[in-house]
């Protein structure tokens, strides 16, 4: 069993940069993958980004590169999303998802993938 906690949420203004925070607790293989996935209301689930634990990889939506960047600290085990100049559209419940794993980011962007789920964050971007 894996637990998974996201962290570091808020509101904050058009332009802003946000960071938040995934936590790992529990038994964890040696080759995991972790997601970052948002949804706002009335809306799907969507891919943010991945991480590869092993192959120390990652993978980041079209729609938040260059915006948005995956740092970890593998002594804490932990995965951070660093969010910069933000929008209103990113406004949404941000999840982070664990897979035990690894496999092909194609496989990785799809939320079906992941094992555990923390329950999200939410992050508001005020116009």
């Known amino acids: 069993q894996v637990q998974v906690e996201e962290s570091g949420g808020g509101l904050v203004r058009t332009g802003d940069s946000l960071t938040l925070s995934c936590a790992l607790s529990g038994r964890t293989s040696g080759n995991f993958a972790l997601g970052w996935f948002r949804q706002a209301p009335g809306k799907d689930r969507q891919f943010v980004g991945a991480f590869k634990w092993l192959a120390q990889s990652t993978d980041v939506a079209d729609s938040v590169k260059g915006r948005f960047t995956i740092t970890i600290d593998s002594v804490e085990k932990k995965m951070y999303l660093r969010m910069s100049n933000l929008k209103p559209e990113d406004t949404a419940l941000y999840y982070c998802?664990?897979?035990?794993?690894?496999?092909?980011?194609?496989?990785?962007?799809?939320?079906?993938?992941?094992?555990?789920w923390g329950r999200g964050t939410q992050v508001t971007v005020s116009s």
């Open positions: 998802a664990y897979r035990g794993l690894s496999d092909l980011f194609q496989v990785l962007r799809m939320s079906a993938s992941y094992d555990y």
